[in-house]
């Protein structure tokens, strides 16, 4: 069998339980994230949170490249779209660990993973051969009306500083969106995902320690133990999902194993409303509702 044919023939292979379960739990520690970083926030300011982040993911990202002889240094043409695609990277996060010291973190996990709304949304008109159908439609209308719902009722607990907070991660969410369409439209898209990432990585931490210098943060004291355990939390834990991701999309159906990350929002919702006791409206329900829904159709193979 050639190499071809065993690409092909892993990109076909239907997941397994045992892979169904790993994906499930990354979509629950990706969910957590938000609750991480709000539960280091009074130790840790937001953008030096970010660096650190990215910094952490930048070394396990490199040590899987290692592990797997991925060779990184190569002229093929994706410098400039990698700098942009890091730039939009790094943005997404400033929007991110701003928004989410205004805003709650179930509010911010159903906010930034609208990013496929956006994927689907710009693909109609910048990626060459995108079409929506029925059903695509259909999702963006729900995950809009979902949107507008969450943001657009007055509630008793949604002020002008968490509507704030709440754009700023649907400015992540697109940013997100955007990063994803530029490597669809440029050779990103046929270099090794790890490649891609590093660039992610290497271009957003200037971006974000420039931020932090910016806005003048400090770590006055040495963080507690609870903000050190969340940070650890976020570098490692979160980091160390990367390799598995690359590991499930090489060795499954792209497709398939993406369509399980519409779980995140309600894992990132759910451990919100638990471990931080953030209010659950009826309103709010049924606004994460639509947009799980249109989500669902929005990913449904045209």
Do not use: H
């Amino acid at each position: 069998m050639t190499t071809s044919e065993q690409l092909l023939r892993s990109r076909a292979r239907p997941l397994d339980t045992g892979a169904a379960s790993l994906i499930v739990l990354m979509c629950l520690l990706w969910g957590l994230n938000q609750v991480a970083i709000k539960f280091s926030l009074p130790d840790v300011p937001p953008f030096t949170q970010a660096v650190i982040r990215s910094g952490g993911g930048l070394l396990i990202v490199l040590g899987w490249v290692r592990l797997r002889g991925i060779v990184l240094i190569a002229r093929d043409g994706t410098l400039w779209p990698g700098i942009a695609a890091g730039l939009l990277f790094g943005l997404e996060f400033l929007f991110i660990y701003a928004g989410l010291r205004f805003t709650t973190a179930s509010r911010a996990s159903l906010f930034l993973y609208t990013a496929p709304f956006f994927v689907a949304l710009g693909g109609r008109w910048l990626l060459p051969g995108e079409r929506l159908g029925a059903n695509q439609w259909l999702g963006l209308a729900l995950c809009f009306a979902g949107l507008a719902l969450a943001v657009g009722i007055p509630q008793a607990n949604v002020g002008a500083r968490m509507l704030l907070g709440d754009a700023l991660l649907i400015g992540a969410g697109a940013a997100w969106g955007a990063t994803t369409l530029v490597i669809k439209a440029t050779r990103l898209n046929r270099i090794a995902p790890e490649k891609t990432l590093v660039y992610q990585l290497v271009v957003s931490i200037p971006v974000l320690a420039a931020a932090a210098a910016l806005f003048g943060e400090r770590v006055a004291a040495v963080p507690g133990v609870s903000a050190l355990s969340w940070m650890l939390y976020q570098v490692v834990v979160v980091g160390v999902t990367f390799p598995f991701w690359f590991w499930l999309i090489q060795r499954y159906s792209a497709t398939r194993v993406s369509a399980f990350t519409i779980l995140t929002p309600l894992f990132g919702v759910a451990a919100g409303c638990l471990l931080l006791e953030e209010p659950f409206t009826m309103a709010f329900g049924m606004a994460v509702a639509l947009v799980i829904a249109g989500l669902v159709l929005v990913n449904r193979p045209r």
